[in-house]
């Protein structure tokens, strides 16, 4: 394993960034979902980048995954999932409050401009707490954003009826998006693209929100 040389430290306290009435105080991404995600960069060679995800919450089903150009080369989470040249994701793990797990990557050489994401997630229920990083190469330097915070909450109804319901809780982007299913019949929904290498709105926000599917 290489040794990180420095740390680039990641803000956690979070300005909410967009003026929102009534919300002037700083918010802790990590105290909304009780995840913290934190990168050090070696300086050296930026494209190696070690992540700590500190569980300040406990649960039966917590997850670490990366998407993007990043191969894991080492990790104390055993792998599931590598089912695409650029994606892959921690077993189920069952985490207690104050557990950590560490990642370290190593940035290829053809991420230059492309997104990457690091995400934690943990379940508790039928809601899923999720936190994310993002890192950046630009081919002399990796940068790090600051930690995203999100809860999806399902909640199922009768009839086959159900509500999801994703609010971002840090930096508070947007208020919250909610997809109410109250039609009987299955319809199939497309993936979208899953190696983070399109510009579109879209497909940068999966990359950023989403889990990879186990």
Aim: glycine content about 6%.
């Amino acid at each position: 394993m290489r040794q990180i040389l420095a740390a680039v430290c990641l803000t956690i306290l979070l300005s909410t960034g967009i003026a929102v009435a009534g919300e002037t105080a700083r918010v802790d991404a990590a105290d909304t979902v009780g995840i913290r995600v934190s990168t050090e960069i070696d300086p050296a060679d930026p494209r190696w980048v070690r992540c700590t995800i500190d569980w300040l919450g406990a649960s039966d089903d917590a997850r670490v995954s990366v998407l993007g150009p990043a191969d894991v080369v080492s990790a104390d989470v055993p792998a599931q999932h590598t089912g695409g040249a650029e994606s892959w994701s921690s077993e189920p793990l069952r985490v207690v409050e104050g557990d950590h797990h560490e990642l370290l990557l190593s940035l290829r050489r053809d991420a230059v401009g492309r997104p990457l994401a690091v995400i934690a997630e943990r379940s508790e229920g039928d809601v899923v707490l999720q936190a994310s990083v993002d890192l950046v190469f630009d081919g002399s330097h990796t940068r790090a954003s600051q930690q995203a915070s999100v809860r999806v909450t399902h909640q199922r109804l009768d009839d086959r009826r159900g509500v999801i319901l994703a609010e971002h809780l840090a930096p508070k982007l947007a208020p919250k998006a909610t997809i109410d299913v109250s039609d009987n019949n299955d319809y199939p929904i497309q993936d979208g693209p899953t190696d983070c290498s399109s510009g579109s709105v879209v497909s940068q926000s999966a990359c950023r929100a989403q889990p990879l599917a186990a």
